[in-house]
């Protein structure tokens, strides 16, 4: 029973293609990331939801845009794929706590994506 | 945004050694977290620290959150092979909203035969 799935674990398109990556989470938590992990192996959040609303957005290109269609699910939708956007991309969710809100964040096993 | 200054940045070392990571930031925080990951896999959350001086343990690992909580600790005891991969320290991301992590640059551990 995996409890953060995404797919598909390995994503190869060209240049200027738009794809898409899904995420799943049977953890009941309410609130679900992105973050993108580059080829150092340096982990950056790049989104995060809570209850349908878009709660932090870091310095990403609008190219990327979430898509959270219910709690237990949150895509991305990356339009005109560069070479630079080459990396691994996690999914991740938790359970929101109130104001200090859940650190305690469980990660999908990732999707690499290269773009040619 | 706050920066995890995290070392060593790899450690060689052989099965049955103890082993020690460290993690350190300027900003204070209430909340250090460390993780591990394989290679091909996603990172898994090892041990969750909330309070200032706490020292929590999972089994051989055991994680301390400094007294001056800009700080956090994580040792291994008796290594074994399969602790090889890249651990992870984490904390509460400030730029914006309340859940979001930031990461350590991450220790990749090397067990040598």
């Known amino acids: 029973d995996t409890a953060v799935s995404q797919t598909p674990k390995y994503l190869v398109t060209q240049m200027g293609n738009d794809k898409s990556i899904k995420c799943e989470q049977n953890?009941?938590?309410?609130?679900m990331y992105w973050y993108k992990q580059d080829s150092k192996k340096f982990l950056k959040i790049m989104f995060s939801y809570n209850n349908k609303e878009l709660i932090i957005n870091e310095t990403v290109p609008n190219r990327f845009s979430p898509k959270s269609p219910d709690k237990a699910h949150l895509n991305l939708h990356i339009n005109s794929l560069e070479l630079g956007d080459s990396a691994v991309y996690f999914c991740?969710?938790?359970?929101?706590?109130?104001?200090?809100?859940?650190?305690?964040?469980?990660f999908g096993p990732g999707t690499r994506l290269t773009v040619t | 945004g706050q920066q995890l200054n995290q070392s060593p940045q790899s450690m060689f070392i052989q099965e049955g050694e103890d082993v020690s990571m460290n993690c350190t930031s300027s900003s204070i925080f209430n909340t250090w977290l460390w993780y591990k990951q394989d290679p091909g896999e996603g990172p898994v959350l090892l041990i969750a620290l909330y309070k200032a001086g706490e020292l929590t343990s999972n089994g051989r690992l055991t994680a301390q959150f400094g007294i001056t909580r800009k700080d956090s600790f994580l040792n291994i005891s008796a290594s074994i092979p399969s602790d090889v991969g890249i651990y992870f320290c984490?904390?509460?991301?400030?730029?914006?909203?309340?859940?979001?992590?930031?990461f350590g640059k991450g220790t990749h551990l090397i067990i040598q035969p």
């Open positions: 953890l009941g938590h309410d609130t």
């Open positions: 991740a969710s938790s359970r929101h706590e109130g104001t200090s809100g859940s650190r305690e964040q469980y």
């Open positions: 984490a904390a509460p991301y400030s730029g914006g909203g309340a859940d979001g992590l930031t």
